[in-house]
């Protein structure tokens, strides 16, 4: 019994905010790099939801360092916080653009009715012949209806060169990205979507649906 004191007080005493590589939720285990309907099917509704949009700007330079391309993405980040009850630690779950960047651990939970698994909306369409590069949006909606998630961004594009007068600013270009996560039952992949301004122009396999 001596043995097991001291392992009961370091986990007393294990740090809020500590990250973590994983939630283990009753629909089963969501990990780094996975979506909000990933999250949604396993875990259900946060206890708690936190979002915002940050601006991001990232600056390339051409080999000549005298042209450069400014990028600024609006970026919608996401806290979603889980609570399991007072005999597990709280998980907060960190989404940019729908997507799973940081699980970080905190203290002991308080509720008294945990989270539970939701149903994920289910595609109406057949994944191997509905989607083409090309598609608008529009198209994809008659065919498929509504995903089961959709994720926003924009990023802005503006040529900077160096003249005799200083600084050139070019005219900004707005671009608007979506992205849209088709589920299609246990036994299928999904299919992740991306949109730039209204036409598709990626589709990508992910993990299997959920019935």
């Avoid at 915002?52 to 970026?75: G, I, P």
Wanted: charge should be negative; charged fraction near 25%.
């Amino acid at each position: 019994m001596r043995a097991s004191v001291p392992l009961l007080f370091l986990a007393a005493l294990a740090p809020s905010g500590a990250r973590a590589d994983a939630v283990d939720c009753d629909g089963g285990v969501v990990f780094m790099g996975q979506n909000a309907v990933d999250l949604l099917a396993k875990c259900g509704e946060p206890s708690f939801r936190e979002e915002r949009d940050e601006e991001r700007s990232t600056v390339v330079f051409d080999s000549s360092q005298q042209l450069t391309e400014v990028h600024t993405t609006r970026v919608h980040v996401a806290r979603w916080t889980y609570d399991f009850g007072p005999t597990r630690f709280l998980q907060s779950v960190i989404l940019e653009n729908g997507r799973i960047v940081s699980i970080q651990r905190g203290g002991y939970g308080l509720a008294t009715a945990p989270p539970r698994p939701e149903r994920v909306s289910m595609a109406r369409c057949d994944p191997q012949r509905s989607f083409h590069l090309g598609d608008s949006a529009y198209e994809v909606l008659s065919r498929c209806g509504e995903p089961a998630s959709r994720e926003f961004k924009q990023v802005e594009r503006q040529i900077s060169a160096a003249g005799v007068e200083g600084i050139v600013h070019g005219p900004a270009a707005v671009i608007d990205i979506e992205t849209w996560t088709y589920n299609f039952g246990a036994r299928t992949f999904q299919r992740r979507l991306k949109f730039v301004d209204g036409w598709l122009v990626d589709i990508a396999t992910g993990t299997y649906g959920y019935d």
